[in-house]
């Protein structure tokens, strides 16, 4: 069974950074991606950056030059650094990991929430 947990939600106030960080335990193909994707109230589900086990990236085009994801030297974990925060990135974040091979599965966490005041 995979299981994921965030950690490094909170309150901060507009400008400010947060540190998020993820964890998955479990049996993962080890070509994977690890992400973040974050969802409010009545919205759908967006993705805010990715990272392959290879080091690939990508970002949502609203986070570019201000968010970071890496990933751990402990295996399958991930992180995002998040600075110049706005209220419009209040959200709860979703960590999400996705077998690149093997099975193709998907797995998510619970989510950490983000409130960003102004």
């Known amino acids: 069974q995979v299981v994921l947990v965030e950690s490094g939600g909170g309150l901060v106030q507009a400008g400010g950074s947060l540190r998020l960080s993820c964890a998955a335990s479990g049996s993962i193909f080890s070509s994977n991606a690890m992400a973040w994707y974050r969802q409010t109230l009545g919205e759908q589900r967006e993705l805010v950056a990715s990272i392959t086990n290879t080091a690939y990236t990508l970002y949502g085009n609203s986070v570019k030059d201000r968010f970071t994801i890496s990933r751990g030297n402990a295996e399958n974990t991930v992180y995002l650094q998040m600075t110049s925060l706005k209220p419009e990135d209040t959200a709860v974040y979703y960590c999400?990991?996705?077998?690149?091979?093997?099975?193709?599965?998907?797995?998510w966490g619970k989510g950490t929430l983000v409130t960003v005041s102004s």
């Open positions: 999400n990991v996705r077998e690149l091979g093997g099975g193709q599965r998907r797995y």
